[in-house]
């Protein structure tokens, strides 16, 4: 796969099949990833990739926790609020994918079930956590962005599906303590990674994009 197509086609995927991603898969998708650019060569990204029995337990973790109404308190503090533009095209994506998804925009429930599966981890076998080092700037953030959209381009090109999620690190501590992950490091974002079950709903929206031509300015071309 070409990395146009691969750009292309990549989506973030919301339910995955059980069937394992081999450590030999995995291995060849860090290691290209590994070769993102960085700020002077500094590579600060840490990265921690959790499967199996980890991952069932902090699965476990997670679910537990959500159940029990547990505030999200990821280490990057989310946005307080969203410029207007912003915020209506996240508004369109969600009554989009809802309205693909035959989700009502009353209908609470349902929706708290669908962001229930992000603390299942979306039925992923792998879990990937990008951490970076507090005493960094927003600087290397772009860094460690590099190398989360490596990892999903490199993923793609072996036939490996992705989801970048703040709702995998929304409960930091719990991920801290099953993987053993200093405090000196700030948990930013989890990918989860897996195989697309095609036949999901969750699965069906593609994501919107506003034309090329308005999001970049061609100037002296
Ligand atoms: C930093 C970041 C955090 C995200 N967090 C979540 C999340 O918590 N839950 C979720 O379902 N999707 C999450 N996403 C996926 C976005 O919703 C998705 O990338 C966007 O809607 C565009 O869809 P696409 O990736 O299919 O093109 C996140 C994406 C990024 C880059």
């Known amino acids: 796969m070409d990395v146009i197509d691969a750009l292309n086609s990549r989506q973030s995927v919301r339910a995955f099949k059980s069937n ?3 450590k030999e898969k995995l291995l060849k998708i860090m290691t290209a990833a590994n070769r993102a650019p960085s700020w002077a060569d500094t590579q600060p990204w840490e990265i921690f990739v959790a499967g199996g029995e980890t991952l069932s337990r902090l699965r476990h973790a997670f679910l537990v926790r959500f159940d029990e109404g547990g505030a999200p308190h990821p280490d990057l503090e989310r946005p307080q609020g969203w410029p207007p533009e912003l915020q209506r095209r996240m508004d369109e994506n969600t009554a989009h994918r809802f309205s693909i998804m035959g989700l009502g925009r009353n209908n609470e429930p349902a929706r708290r079930g669908n962001s229930r599966r992000g603390y299942e981890v979306f039925g992923a076998p792998v879990v990937v956590f990008l951490c970076l080092d507090r005493r960094l700037t927003p600087w290397s953030i772009f860094d460690v962005g590099m190398v989360a959209q490596s990892i999903m381009l490199a993923a793609k090109g072996l036939g490996v599906d992705s989801i970048p999620a703040v709702n995998l690190v929304n409960y930091p501590d719990l991920i801290r303590e099953e993987l053993s992950i200093p405090e000196d490091l700030m948990i930013l974002l989890g990918i989860a ?29």
């Open 20 to 22: 394992p991603v081999s």
């Open 193 to 221: 990674l897996g195989y697309a079950d095609e036949e999901n709903i969750v699965n069906k929206p593609r994501s919107l994009r506003r034309p090329v031509e308005e999001a970049v300015r061609f100037i002296g071309l």
